[in-house]
């Protein structure tokens, strides 16, 4: 599914010499986390234990790429792997050691963790059954590729204002969560043309919102017009100041719905008007099958319509794997991956939303074997195959136990009649309110809580009801009220009971016709005075101490590009006021280092070596008239003091004031895309050392992309020659290494010619393109 590119492989190996600097403590340790967390390695609860996120596009994954993870989870991840609800697969409890092996092995079989975290363009989810279910429109499954490789590949991907995620469902029904994503689409047939429903502006967590609907129809081909219009709407809007204020759906809250769908379509417009963004995809490449009779419904029966799911494909069928919790130990993996093998014929693989995997495409007697040995790790009941989170067992951001939860519920069931067990829909449930196991979309949503009483704190779970997803039905759960951890399983068998004598099959009218009974049941759970008598109730599910925030700690998710900009300018000011009360040298000198470096990671540049911070800041500000070119002088300077030739920089105290308050304003100036917008100070071009001026501009504008790394500075060039019309020109200056050789051969692949590549400059180079 992804176009793994040198970048990707250049990325793991930033990884292992990044956590090697981590170990040394040659490294900041925020400045590691910016970069691990937007390569998919989250710090669990426990100090030093991570968590390794992969990318599975769609959940479409081969059998030898199962393999390797199931191998991988066998070494590093104590013999299991955990599905998540975005279609991932996680290596839990990994040492740091761990962490470059696995992303190496990954990377050989297609699999790479790059943007699974921090605030970047997520696993773009897609229908399981895409292609294959009774109700399906049509495979959206090449779309989803489409877009991933398209954005994969695109840097600026990487520092958004927080993440950004996108949705392709294959019908109405919406399995991949459109309806309440930050831009979704839904499978949509018109006069014979295929194209999607598109939605957008919604999403869980803190405020969750169902989206706008954006477009009743939109062509197939265009999707990449609305996945880049949304993305450069929120680079413009999105607040990067406040990480609780900056997903879309709050861009719809400060704007209003009729401005934001407003901005959006202007975006489209600019788009359709200046690049080809056309996608061109095989449609029938995931599909098996091709020669079997298509047919709209087939039965299934009541007891296993949970677990079996028969295909459009007649006498195809996929059968449904839910580990509890998504934990699924290796063992069970091999087992599962040992059948499959075996076939005679070719099968397919989809990781879900819901913690578990398909295996598609089975004939009827292979997929009864199939159940028979999953029997033991997957129940046919809903409320078995419930949703949860990691909760506070390992992440820091966790209140409750939600794992424990879910085990004590299928204890109170276990032994009740399949009437009940069935009664219910699955669960969603969260150990906190930020809703990693979506509780705001499920029928029943459960989500961690914490209530102060005299007698301690008391583990808590606020019920939602009534939540959903679809074309034109996608809706929040109500909240209901509050029950303590340890009389949920309790409140939950007495819903089931209430569900079965109400003679409703449907849980929604279940709801609607017994709302009265069940808040009057919520109620009577919810007055925890009289549960406060009750040791127990002081204790999670599993604690053996009494409910505490302890060791709960900020979470990582939305650690980025701006954290380190902060961290570095904080440092440049500190060291300057340290320097004024000490007049210690080293402190002037820290604060010069640290205010060239504040924001040079905007340009791919993160290094712990002064004298190529210098040269970088030099490429990047001085260069370019941001910075007077007289602080040129001052990084020679410094590097003397460096090397022990020059004893005193105190006389530069006012040059490298000036330095940290230049680049404390090009940082106040950043727009949403991370542009400069600070006046330049010096407009003439200040030369390199061969003394050689640019030539003049004759039919065309030369834009300055030295220092800008690969493939930065092609994505660059590409949103230049979208500005002009075909036939014009544009200049660029290019380094000299792979900018100069990857950058021309790039550009010719888009089909913009390569007028001319002047080579007479000492360093850089002057490429000139016809769009």
Same mark, same amino acid.
């Given at each position: 599914?992804?176009?793994?590119?040198?970048?990707?492989?250049?990325?793991?190996?930033?990884?292992?010499?990044?956590?090697?600097?981590?170990?040394?403590?040659?490294?900041?340790?925020?400045?590691?986390?910016?970069?691990?967390?937007?390569?998919?390695?989250?710090?669990?609860?426990?100090?030093?234990?991570?968590?390794?996120?992969?990318?599975?596009?769609?959940?479409?994954?081969?059998?030898?790429?199962?393999?390797?993870?199931?191998?991988?989870?066998?070494?590093?991840?104590?013999?299991?792997?955990?599905?998540?609800?975005?279609?991932?697969?996680?290596?839990?409890?990994?040492?740091?050691?761990?962490?470059?092996?696995?992303?190496?092995?990954?990377?050989?079989?297609?699999?790479?963790?790059?943007?699974?975290?921090?605030?970047?363009?997520?696993?773009?989810?897609?229908?399981?059954?895409?292609?294959?279910?009774?109700?399906?429109?049509?495979?959206?499954?090449?779309?989803?590729?489409?877009?991933?490789?398209?954005?994969?590949?695109?840097?600026?991907?990487?520092?958004?204002?927080?993440?950004?995620?996108?949705?392709?469902?294959?019908?109405?029904?919406?399995?991949?969560?459109?309806?309440?994503?930050?831009?979704?689409?839904?499978?949509?047939?018109?006069?014979?043309?295929?194209?999607?429903?598109?939605?957008?502006?919604?999403?869980?967590?803190?405020?969750?919102?169902?989206?706008?609907?954006?477009?009743?129809?939109?062509?197939?081909?265009?999707?990449?017009?609305?996945?880049?219009?949304?993305?450069?709407?929120?680079?413009?809007?999105?607040?990067?100041?406040?990480?609780?204020?900056?997903?879309?759906?709050?861009?719809?809250?400060?704007?209003?719905?009729?401005?934001?769908?407003?901005?959006?379509?202007?975006?489209?417009?600019?788009?359709?008007?200046?690049?080809?963004?056309?996608?061109?995809?095989?449609?029938?490449?995931?599909?098996?099958?091709?020669?079997?009779?298509?047919?709209?419904?087939?039965?299934?029966?009541?007891?296993?319509?949970?677990?079996?799911?028969?295909?459009?494909?007649?006498?195809?069928?996929?059968?449904?794997?839910?580990?509890?919790?998504?934990? #699924? @130990?290796?063992?069970? *993996?091999? +087992? !599962?991956?040992?059948?499959? %093998? &075996?076939?005679?014929? $070719?099968?397919?693989?989809?990781?879900?939303?819901?913690?578990?995997?398909?295996?598609?495409?089975?004939?009827?007697?292979?997929?009864?074997?199939?159940?028979?040995?999953?029997?033991?790790?997957?129940?046919?009941?809903?409320?078995?195959?419930?949703?949860?989170?990691?909760?506070?067992?390992?992440?820091?951001?966790?209140?409750? #136990? @939600?794992?424990?939860? *879910?085990? +004590? !519920?299928?204890?109170?069931? %276990? &032994?009740?009649?399949? $009437?009940?067990?069935?009664?219910?829909?699955?669960?969603?449930?969260?150990?906190?309110?930020?809703?990693?196991?979506?509780?705001?979309?499920?029928?029943?949503?459960?989500?961690?809580?914490?209530?102060?009483?005299?007698?301690?704190?008391?583990?808590?779970?606020?019920?939602?009801?009534?939540?959903?997803?679809?074309?034109?039905?996608?809706?929040?759960?109500?909240?209901?009220?509050?029950?303590?951890?340890? %009389?949920?399983?309790?409140?939950?068998?007495?819903?089931?009971?209430?569900?079965?004598?109400?003679?409703?099959?449907?849980?929604?009218?279940?709801?609607?016709?017994?709302?009265?009974?069940?808040?009057?049941?919520?109620?009577?759970?919810?007055?925890?005075?009289?549960?406060?008598?009750?040791?127990?109730?002081?204790?999670?599910?599993?604690?053996?101490?009494?409910?505490?925030?302890?060791?709960?700690?900020?979470?990582?998710?939305?650690?980025?590009?701006?954290?380190?900009?902060?961290?570095?300018?904080?440092?440049?000011?500190?060291?300057?006021?340290?320097?004024?009360?000490?007049?210690?040298?080293?402190?002037?000198?820290?604060?010069?280092?640290?205010?060239?470096?504040?924001?040079?990671?905007?340009?791919?540049?993160?290094?712990?070596?002064?004298?190529?911070?210098?040269?970088?800041?030099?490429?990047?500000?001085?260069?370019?008239?941001?910075?007077?070119?007289?602080?040129?002088?001052?990084?020679?300077?410094?590097?003397?003091?460096?090397?022990?030739?020059?004893?005193?920089?105190?006389?530069?105290?006012?040059?490298?004031?000036?330095?940290?308050?230049?680049?404390?304003?090009?940082?106040?100036?950043?727009?949403?895309?991370?542009?400069?917008?600070?006046?330049?100070?010096?407009?003439?071009?200040?030369?390199?050392?061969?003394?050689?001026?640019?030539?003049?501009?004759?039919?065309?504008?030369?834009?300055?992309?030295?220092?800008?790394?690969?493939?930065?500075?092609?994505?660059?060039?590409?949103?230049?020659?979208?500005?002009?019309?075909?036939?014009?020109?544009?200049?660029?200056?290019?380094?000299?290494?792979?900018?100069?050789?990857?950058?021309?051969?790039?550009?010719?692949?888009?089909?913009?010619?390569?007028?001319?590549?002047?080579?007479?400059?000492?360093?850089?180079?002057?490429?000139?393109?016809?769009?």
């Amino acid at each position: 599914m992804i176009a793994i590119n040198e970048e990707n492989y250049k990325s793991i190996e930033d990884i292992k010499d990044k956590s090697e600097q981590y170990k040394l403590a040659t490294i900041d340790p925020l400045r590691f986390k910016a970069f691990r967390v937007s390569m998919g390695v989250y710090e669990q609860r426990e100090k030093e234990t991570y968590m390794v996120r992969t990318r599975i596009p769609g959940g479409v994954i081969s059998l030898e790429q199962f393999k390797c993870i199931g191998e991988l989870g066998a070494k590093y991840s104590q013999g299991k792997i955990r599905f998540t609800s975005r279609q991932d697969i996680q290596f839990q409890s990994i040492n740091l050691e761990s962490v470059y092996p696995i992303m190496k092995s990954l990377i050989e079989v297609g699999i790479i963790t790059k943007g699974t975290g921090g605030n970047t363009v997520r696993n773009i989810a897609c229908s399981p059954l895409s292609g294959v279910s009774l109700d399906d429109v049509f495979d959206v499954t090449p779309y989803v590729k489409a877009a991933t490789n398209y954005l994969i590949k695109d840097p600026t991907t990487m520092n958004l204002p927080r993440k950004y995620k996108i949705a392709f469902s294959n019908s109405n029904e919406d399995t991949a969560n459109a309806t309440v994503s930050d831009l979704g689409f839904i499978a949509k047939i018109l006069n014979n043309k295929k194209g999607f429903e598109l939605y957008g502006g919604g999403g869980f967590g803190g405020s969750p919102s169902v989206s706008l609907k954006l477009g009743d129809f939109i062509e197939a081909k265009d999707i990449l017009y609305y996945i880049q219009a949304m993305k450069n709407l929120f680079e413009k809007k999105g607040d990067r100041t406040n990480k609780n204020k900056a997903r879309i759906r709050f861009i719809v809250k400060r704007l209003g719905q009729e401005k934001f769908i407003q901005l959006f379509n202007e975006e489209v417009d600019k788009l359709k008007s200046s690049v080809n963004l056309d996608v061109d995809v095989d449609e029938n490449e995931f599909i098996l099958s091709t020669s079997a009779d298509i047919v709209k419904e087939a039965a299934v029966s009541e007891e296993l319509k949970n677990i079996l799911f028969p295909q459009k494909q007649s006498g195809y069928y996929s059968v449904y794997i839910h580990p509890q919790s998504g934990h #699924l @130990s290796t063992d069970n *993996l091999d +087992a !599962i991956l040992g059948f499959v %093998k &075996n076939l005679n014929y $070719e099968t397919s693989i989809r990781v879900t939303n819901t913690q578990g995997f398909f295996i598609r495409d089975l004939k009827e007697n292979d997929a009864e074997k199939l159940i028979d040995i999953i029997k033991d790790f997957t129940s046919i009941y809903n409320i078995d195959n419930s949703l949860t989170c990691v909760g506070a067992s390992t992440c820091q951001l966790g209140l409750c #136990l @939600s794992q424990n939860l *879910l085990t +004590a !519920i299928k204890e109170e069931f %276990k &032994n009740t009649s399949p $009437e009940i067990k069935s009664s219910l829909p699955r669960l969603y449930i969260s150990g906190c309110p930020n809703s990693c196991a979506q509780h705001e979309k499920g029928q029943i949503g459960l989500h961690g809580r914490a209530r102060r009483t005299e007698g301690g704190l008391i583990p808590m779970y606020s019920v939602s009801l009534g939540g959903k997803v679809g074309s034109g039905c996608a809706r929040m759960g109500d909240a209901f009220g509050d029950i303590p951890a340890k %009389k949920v399983p309790e409140f939950l068998h007495e819903l089931s009971k209430l569900k079965v004598n109400s003679n409703h099959d449907d849980f929604y009218e279940f709801l609607a016709d017994k709302s009265s009974d069940i808040k009057e049941l919520i109620e009577k759970y919810s007055h925890i005075e009289k549960f406060t008598s009750e040791s127990d109730i002081f204790f999670d599910f599993g604690a053996c101490e009494k409910f505490s925030l302890k060791n709960r700690g900020p979470g990582e998710c939305s650690s980025g590009v701006m954290d380190v900009i902060k961290l570095d300018l904080s440092n440049a000011k500190s060291s300057l006021a340290k320097y004024k009360k000490s007049e210690n040298q080293q402190d002037l000198y820290s604060s010069a280092v640290s205010s060239a470096r504040t924001l040079l990671v905007l340009r791919g540049i993160d290094t712990n070596k002064p004298r190529e911070i210098f040269k970088e800041f030099e490429k990047a500000f001085i260069y370019t008239g941001y910075v007077k070119s007289s602080i040129k002088e001052l990084f020679e300077n410094l590097i003397d003091y460096k090397l022990g030739d020059l004893e005193n920089i105190s006389d530069k105290f006012s040059e490298i004031e000036y330095l940290y308050k230049k680049v404390e304003s090009m940082y106040e100036s950043l727009n949403g895309k991370l542009e400069i917008t600070l006046p330049k100070e010096e407009q003439k071009y200040t030369p390199f050392d061969d003394g050689k001026q640019p030539e003049e501009k004759k039919d065309y504008e030369i834009i300055d992309f030295r220092g800008i790394k690969c493939p930065m500075n092609f994505v660059k060039a590409k949103i230049e020659l979208s500005k002009i019309k075909p036939g014009q020109k544009r200049g660029f200056y290019i380094d000299d290494g792979d900018p100069i050789k990857n950058v021309p051969e790039s550009i010719k692949k888009e089909g913009h010619k390569i007028v001319s590549i002047d080579r007479n400059y000492e360093g850089y180079n002057l490429l000139v393109v016809e769009k």
